[in-house]
């Protein structure tokens, strides 16, 4: 199968597997969800108004520093955090809202039509069976098949994934394992039932850099072999560059900037997405050109800067002004490109 | 990715790695030789309480009444006691009391005490607390007054103490679970099995339960000697197993008042106890050691 990933590089090359926007079938849409945590400090804005959509065949990045509600995003679409609350918003499903599944419902959603990928396969993997019996549990309690038929779909799908000599791994525990394997393993889980889409949540993270390429160019082969969509949720904007197609900027629980990887990459269109660009090293282009931070740190989500939650940050921010008093909204910077700032980046850009 | 590597044979999912997981663990065990004794004394006590009508050279109600009291001697390696009957057999037969009383309570305090535990650990909000509070009120009272209590329930048996026993000692237990559940439920596997739809039960019992097994069996262990001492305190306190049921409580209360003439009577049912009871504690110390990775090479 494999021709087209070179991950990792700074440049979004044209890859084979891109089917570009709205190609496939909408599966899972977001519309305007606001959830928050409420906790003895106060209330703690994690998700506040997102929207996007991931259409099946298409990789959707969500991209953020720590902190900025991108995992949380994910863990309250799979309905995972029993402590947020979902304030306004939809999360539509094939068209239907999971927030109003039971949890009988969302359990056979979860696993059979939307999996996740956890970043740590150290201790995403249960230290105590083997990785077979895991894998094929998954069948077992999705799609109901026998211990044997289940361990020989695991293995099936252990192969899949490439690790080598499934059949011998498979009865091997996961501390046996080296990390790119068990990433491997977990995501054999994650796609033993053939989801419609997968949430790989920092999948790399944990993984050095030659074994992060591999493992992507698995996910995005599977992704094809299985015709799903993937919501891959990462820092790292080399990876994004690389994979996906669609792409979402989060910054303090907002939607900052949101288009297809070329638009904001070539194009971009709001200053914390320019820090986040301009702090990543370029393996090609001018090496005395020097890093450039963004300075301060994320801002605390129970007392949020007024305005726009980035101003404190930006270099570009008219303080006091509009940046300090007025939130910004969405807004279209051209087919379908949106950002969250006050600006137009014609505005702001320094030329 | 070929598909040439699938001809090889599938291995039985218990291969060579969950043993040497175990086997590891014998290691570590075998190192420390008072828990090889212990485990070696428990071995004779189990095989004594099962092939006692081999092993006692009388029965338990055999009473020869000219020869009350009598010290040890060839006829009756441990002496007799008040009424002529065999000391010897006696404890030997003892044996099979203690040990039916200890496993037996010790599997109910297990069950019950691993499935609250769990329910509580895991669940957490109404569940935990109700359990938890229910588990304080029960251990505020006095288990000697629940088993005088039961004892006059349900009459004074063995099984009436294994049920004491059961019912009291369940409640450490699902302290220890609900800890190591508490713990446990924040692992990211556990996470992992949420996301990807597995059940309640399926996360509690077959992913948690074996990551907690460590603690429960070193406690269960340890449980084993102490239920057998404190069957032995409900007998000498008349309201266990009744004469003449051979139980070394029993014993140890009826030879208290010769005391003085014939200290046989308490010293040889007495030694039973407190041997088997150390037996336990030492292979519990030894589990303990044998299980946690953290004292590995010590």
């Not at chain 1, 900025?68 to 239907?96: C, D, F, H, Q, Y």
């Not at chain 1, 094809?224 to 949720?233: A, K, N, Q, R, T």
């Not at chain 1, 269109?269 to 282009?285: K, M, Q």
């Not at chain 2, 679970?177 to 446990?184: D, E, I, N, T």
Request: a negative charge.
């Amino acid at each position: 199968m494999t021709d087209q990933v070179s991950p990792g590089a700074p440049v979004a090359p044209k890859l084979a597997s891109r089917h570009g926007s709205g190609s496939g079938e909408v599966l899972l849409s977001v519309r305007n969800l606001e959830a928050v945590f409420e906790t003895g400090d106060g209330i703690v804005h994690a998700v506040d108004g997102i929207t996007f959509d991931v259409h099946r065949g298409e990789i959707f990045a969500i991209v953020g520093e720590s902190g900025s509600g991108k995992s949380v995003s994910a863990m309250t679409v799979m309905g995972l955090l029993p402590t947020i609350k979902v304030r306004s918003g939809e999360i539509l499903w094939k068209g239907e809202n999971l927030l109003d599944f039971d949890e009988n419902r969302m359990r056979r959603i979860r696993g059979g039509e939307i999996a996740m990928i956890f970043q740590d396969p150290l201790t995403a993997l249960n230290p105590v069976h083997t990785v077979g019996r895991q894998v094929a549990e998954m069948a077992r309690i999705h799609d109901g098949l026998s211990k044997k038929d289940a361990m020989k779909r695991a293995i099936e799908t252990l192969d899949l994934v490439g690790i080598p000599e499934p059949a011998k791994r498979a009865a091997m525990h996961p501390h046996e394992f080296s990390g790119g394997m068990r990433q491997r393993a977990m995501i054999a889980m994650a796609i033993m039932c053939k989801p419609d889409l997968l949430i790989a949540d920092e999948p790399t993270t944990a993984l050095d850099v030659t074994v992060q390429a591999q493992v992507l160019e698995v996910l995005v082969d599977i992704k094809d072999e299985i015709d799903s969509g993937i919501v891959l949720i990462t820092h790292d904007l080399g990876v994004v560059a690389g994979l996906a197609d669609q792409m979402m900027v989060m910054y303090a629980g907002n939607q900052v900037e949101f288009g297809t990887v070329d638009e904001i990459f070539y194009e971009t269109a709001h200053p914390y997405t320019e820090g986040l660009l301009n702090s990543i090293p370029d393996l090609v282009g001018d090496h005395s050109k020097p890093l450039i931070p963004i300075k301060g740190s994320p801002p605390s989500l129970i007392n949020r800067p007024s305005g726009c939650a980035f101003h404190p940050r930006c270099s570009y921010a008219r303080v006091p002004g509009v940046c300090s008093e007025q939130e910004p909204k969405l807004r279209d910077e051209g087919q379908g490109h949106m950002s969250a700032c006050h600006f137009t980046s014609v505005d702001w850009k320094p030329q | 990715m070929s598909n040439l590597d699938t001809e090889v044979v599938v291995n039985s999912p218990e291969s060579t790695v969950a043993t040497s997981l175990w086997a590891d663990a014998w290691k570590q065990f075998k190192r420390n030789k008072l828990a090889l004794v212990g485990l070696g004394f428990i071995v004779f006590v189990l095989l004594t309480a099962v092939f006692a009508d081999l092993i006692a050279p009388y029965s338990i109600t055999d009473r020869d009444v000219g020869r009350s009291r009598e010290g040890p001697s060839g006829d009756h390696w441990f002496g007799t006691d008040i009424i002529g009957r065999d000391l010897f057999s006696r404890v030997v037969y003892g044996a099979r009391v203690s040990m039916k009383i200890g496993l037996a309570a010790t599997s109910i305090a297990l069950v019950v005490g691993v499935i609250f535990g769990a329910l509580a650990g895991y669940i957490g909000k109404f569940v935990e607390s109700a359990i938890m509070r229910f588990i304080d009120v029960f251990l505020a009272i006095p288990y000697i007054i629940l088993a005088i209590a039961i004892a006059t329930v349900f009459g004074k048996s063995e099984n009436s103490v294994i049920i004491v026993l059961g019912f009291t000692g369940w409640l450490g237990v699902a302290r220890i679970v609900r800890a190591s559940f508490l713990q446990l439920k924040k692992q990211e596997f556990v996470e992992a099995a949420q996301a990807l739809g597995f059940g309640r039960v399926r996360i509690m019992f077959r992913h948690i339960l074996p990551n907690a097994l460590q603690p429960i069996i070193v406690y269960g262990t340890i449980a084993i000697g102490s239920t057998i001492l404190s069957e032995a305190a409900l007998s000498f306190l008349g309201v266990g197993p009744q004469d003449p049921t051979p139980a070394w409580g029993l014993m140890v209360s009826q030879g208290r008042s010769d005391l003085a003439n014939a200290p046989h009577l308490l010293f040889f049912p007495g030694l039973a106890i407190a041997l088997t009871v150390t037996a336990f504690v030492f292979v519990g110390d030894g589990l303990r050691d044998a299980l946690d990775p953290k004292l590995k090479d010590r």
